[in-house]
Every structure is written in C-alpha cells, then in structure tokens.
C-alpha cells in the first residue's frame, strides 16, 4: 500500500515508524496496567480492601477501558509519526548528548514539562467538561463510575489526539533530550494507572502533607470520576486550588479512605465494597 504522493519505500518506512511507536505504547501500556492490576487488585486485595474508595470495578468497564486504550495509543503512534517526521526535517529537535544545550536545560526540562503538561491538561479537560465536547468525546472516559488502570487512556479518539499533542507543542518550543522524552512518557502511563486505581495506595496523611498536597492522589481522581465535576488536574493540585475546582471533601475523604483498617475487618470490607 503506498500513501498518496509518496514511493513504496517511504511508504513503508512510515508504516514501520507508526507501527513501532504503537508497539512500543501499548506495550508499555500493558505491563503498567497489568503490574498494578495484578499487584493490587490480585495479589494486595485483601490487605487493601479496607482502601478500595467506592467500589471494585466491573469487568464490563474493564474490557471498554482496554478496548479504548488500544484504539488511543494507535492515535498517539500517529503523532509520534508526525514528531518523527519532523525531527527528520529538523523542526524538532531530540538531542543525545546531556549537555548539548547545557546541564541545567538538561535537568530542568523534565519538571518543566510536567508543570506545562499539567496546565496543558487542565485547561483541556475543562474544556472537555463543557455540555458539547463532553456527550461527544469525554463522556467515553467517564463511563467508569470506579475505574481501573486499564482506564489509563480510555479516551475518545479526539480526545487522544488532544492529549496526545502536549509533545509535539513542547518540541515545537524547546529542544528535549531523548532520555528526558522516554522518562516523560513512562511517567505519563505510570502515575495515569495509578490514577485509576480505585484504590488508594499512598500513606495516611500524604494529601495534607507539605509536600505530598501539591500531588494529586488516586482519591483525586476518582472523585472526579464518581460524578464528573472538580478534581480537573493531572500530576499537581496546583489548578484545581488556584481555580476553586477542588472538590470540597477531597481531604477529608483521603483521610476515610486512608485511615487504619478496624481489626478483623477484612472480610467485612471485602464483601462490602464487591
Ligand atoms: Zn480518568
Ligand atoms: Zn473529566
């Protein structure tokens, strides 16, 4: 199959970079899900029962939130093709060497593009959240009333591809050296399991924390997801306090969530929260 104006072998050498991006991305993908899929909900279950925040996730909802996921990271290898192409052309800049445009870029970018990608991500889930963006793309995301780290990028394909395009507009602004790009990437797919745990795992009294309270928690999110208003942010709190759209009970329901389990109480808290 050739693309339109272009030869056999470029057609194929396309092929090969989006078909490599998408094996790599869902590859990541499902050893992330499944680690803490297997880890909390299989082998921890009954030691964190007493922390599942509202209920355990269906396998309805699981096999909706993987189907998405696989169908968004075939939107996300078409904008890795696209950032290919144009570091080829030399629009975009990856670099090797660390200090090529010195030590402290080197170090600063990473955090720096967590902070874009979190104002990047707010702003555009908000706008997300508006009555006509929301019954066409996001509502597909929050089907899961209790979701699981499958959920991670069970998005609408435009919303993909909105999310999807934080990488290409930080190339297009700044040089990133390539390990930066890949501990960005890994970061994005692990704290976004994580996020949808359905389970608090983090320690009592990290949400009120100096430090812990600038990071959004698994209970975050999930109250986003249990009805759908508040809780916009991705990696920090930042926003969602700045903006007054934290959600009222989120400290105090970290804290519920997060108390010390009654003793003999396993069975009871499994029972009730299936
Ligand atoms: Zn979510
Ligand atoms: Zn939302």
Known sequence: MN???MDADSSRLLLQVWSGSYL?????YLLVALLLWGGVHGLLRRR????????????ADLRREIGYSLLSMAVFAGVSLGVVALIWNGQF?????PGQYGWAWFWLSLPLMLVIHDAYFYWTHR???SRWLFR???GVHHRSRNPSPWAAYAFHPVEALINGLVTPLILWAVPVHGGVLLVFSLHQIIRNAHGHLSIETLPRGFARHWLGRHFTTTT??????????GNYGLWFTWWDRWCGTEQ???????????????EGDTEQALHSAA
């Open 248 to 262: 009222a009970h989120y400290l105090a329901r970290f804290d519920a969530v997060t108390a010390a389990r009654p």
């Open 220 to 229: 975050h999110h999930h109250m986003h997801h249990e009805n759908g208003r």
């Open 93 to 97: 800049v990856v670099y090797r060497q």
């Open 136 to 138: 066409r793309f996001h």
């Open 3 to 5: 693309f339109p104006g």
């Open 48 to 59: 964190l029962a007493h922390r599942v925040i509202s209920g355990w996730p269906r396998s």
């Open 127 to 129: 706008l997300l959240h």
């Open 24 to 28: 790599m991305e869902a590859g990541r």
